[in-house]
């Protein structure tokens, strides 16, 4: 069993910054990518940024260079360092992991309970 637990959320003003964290435990042989999604009110899901066992990141074009990925792999936590935050970026943010259980198995994908941010004045 892996679970995956989200923090860092909260209320924050137009032009402010949030650290979101996310923590994997459990049953892990190893982890490939490891990411964030978010889903808005009234909106489908999202993908915000991604990061590879190897560092590569990816973001989507509404946050690029405003949020930065980054991920510490002896403790299996991603993070996600959010800047010049816009009213439009309010949503509840899920953390994603593609998690490896045994050395013979495939990745499988593992999501957090989501954690909201809200950029309000």
């Known amino acids: 069993q892996v679970q995956l637990v989200e923090s860092g959320g909260g209320l924050v003003q137009p032009g402010g910054s949030l650290r979101l964290s996310c923590a994997a435990s459990?049953?892990?042989?190893?982890?490939?990518?490891m990411g964030w999604y978010r889903q808005a009110p009234g909106k489908e899901r999202e993908l915000v940024a991604g990061i590879s066992s190897g560092g590569s990141t990816n973001y989507a074009d509404s946050v690029k260079g405003r949020f930065t990925i980054s991920r510490d792999n002896a403790k299996n936590t991603v993070y996600l360092e959010m800047n010049s935050l816009k009213p439009e970026d309010t949503a509840v943010y899920y953390c994603y992991a593609d998690v490896v259980v045994r050395s013979w198995a495939r990745g499988m994908d593992y999501w957090g309970k989501g954690t909201l941010v809200t950029v309000s004045s």
């Open positions: 459990g049953s892990i042989f190893s982890i490939n990518t």
